[in-house]
């Protein structure tokens, strides 16, 4: 897989090369998966890049059980998981880097041989080197925004995590994280905040959230949480201000009804959900970004809007499970063994364009062709923004209904909506006319 050759960057002359069959940027569930399952088929010559210390994604720092469910068929804790992924990649005979980052693109139309797509630039232990693959994976993951990205006022003092640098400062590096937090997020991601605040030995004085109680977790689930933690909830609310000087002292919360204002006294305060993906990279690369999911615009096979480069996990849908993630990775093998095996050109467009139609933020894929294969899983991923109760979907094209369903149960705001895809036509959605416009997924 280290086949080397001279140079070939005239702007950095002397740079070690690397040339393998394919690089997959990224080292989580959706990358090693796609590791493991493309390194059979190309013995030697994939070449997976970790920034981390060790790879195995956001998973390495969740100790909580229930990995692996959808893709390994077996609960594991996150660790386990990462661990298990890992092993079967290497095991299969991909090469993994960690400590290592992408840090540019540096061209490509002469890098790499016949129908390679890019090169790029990576910083490891050993310093800088150029990769020159056939194909690219890019699966670079998602990540909560920032207090600065919020916009959330007041002073500038240490103590303010996202869940993600929680996870990390417990999990990995064993650092403090204060005696009384706020964690912001009351759904899955902001009790699992609390639950790693606790065992960090932090008491969480409040979770606060904009969604009513009713919008947010379901019943049963914040009951059992609240009775496990002692944790109070604030719905319908949000931080107005952060106060302190060195280090977190407090947060003013107001009630987004009625507008009454409380201060809350912390040392650290915990900002969770709110997800956008790691698409620098991408977007460097001038591909095509989703406007709802600001990732990658892909098709069912995880092509993106240039020959040769593909995309998949929280991504491209920001922010799923592991597991998700990890059928992408599945998924995505035979396309790019595909793809080497006839370099030839692509479709970078055409086909259906899929939006999606309120109270959904987003459709994945959001290219649909003839001749394509059904999504990753079988299932179109739909992210809402409200609350729904055994709704219908419906699916629209030039102002008429393709398709109805009657979902059951409740679509909740801030989750993944899977929906199988026996459900939609698929013919007729592959076979819209782009001239009259996009097919359109929402509810009623």
Do not use: K, Q
Request: glycine fraction near 12%; include cysteine.
């Amino acid at each position: 897989m280290n086949r080397s050759r001279p140079p070939a960057d005239p702007a950095a002359p002397g740079l070690p090369v690397l040339t393998p069959d394919v690089l997959i940027v990224g080292g989580g569930p959706a990358g090693l998966s796609a590791a493991a399952a493309l390194a059979p088929l190309l013995p030697g010559r994939v070449l997976v890049l970790e920034r981390e210390p060790e790879a195995g994604g956001a998973p390495r720092h969740s100790d909580h059980i229930g990995f692996g469910r959808r893709d390994l068929r077996r609960l594991l804790t996150g660790p386990a998981y990462a661990r298990r992924l890992t092993a079967s990649a290497r095991a299969a005979g991909a090469v993994i880097r960690t400590r290592t980052t992408v840090t540019d693109w540096a061209g490509g139309s002469d890098g790499g041989g016949p129908g390679a797509p890019y090169a790029v630039h990576a910083t490891g232990p050993d310093g800088r080197f150029r990769v020159e693959p056939r194909a690219i994976v890019l699966a670079t993951g998602a990540r909560e925004r920032s207090r600065a990205a919020r916009l959330v006022p007041g002073d500038r003092p240490e103590g303010i995590l996202t869940g993600g640098e929680l996870r990390r400062a417990v999990r990995l590096r064993d650092r403090p994280v204060g005696r009384r937090a706020v964690v912001v997020g009351a759904e899955p991601a902001g009790w699992s905040a609390a639950l790693t605040l606790r065992r960090a030995g932090c008491r969480v004085g409040l979770m606060v959230s904009g969604r009513t109680r009713a919008e947010g977790t379901p019943a049963a689930l914040t009951a059992g949480a609240t009775a496990l933690l002692g944790t109070p909830v604030a719905h319908r609310a949000r931080i107005v201000r952060i106060i302190g000087r060195r280090r977190v002292e407090a947060v003013e919360i107001e009630h987004l009804d009625s507008g009454a204002r409380r201060t809350v006294t912390c040392d650290t305060v915990v900002l969770t959900g709110d997800w956008i993906p790691d698409h620098e990279l991408a977007r460097a690369a001038g591909l095509d970004l989703d406007p709802g999911t600001l990732g990658p615009l892909v098709d069912s096979a995880l092509r993106t809007s240039r020959p040769g480069v593909f995309a998949a996990g929280n991504l491209v849908h920001p922010a799923d499970t592991a597991g998700t993630a990890a059928l992408d990775g599945r998924h995505i093998a035979d396309r790019v063994a595909a793809r080497l095996a006839d370099p030839g050109p692509e479709p970078a467009t055409g086909g259906a364009r899929l939006l999606a139609e309120r109270p959904f933020r987003w459709v994945v894929p959001g290219l649909l062709r003839p001749g394509d294969p059904a999504p990753p899983g079988g299932r179109l991923l739909l992210w809402s923004d409200e609350l729904r109760t055994a709704p219908r979907l419906v699916v629209r094209h030039d102002g008429r209904i393709v398709a109805e369903h009657r979902l059951p149960g409740t679509v909740r705001p801030g989750r993944v909506l899977r929906v199988p895809w026996t459900v939609v036509p698929a013919s007729a959605i592959r076979t819209a006319d782009p001239a009259r416009g996009p097919v359109t997924v929402g509810l009623c």
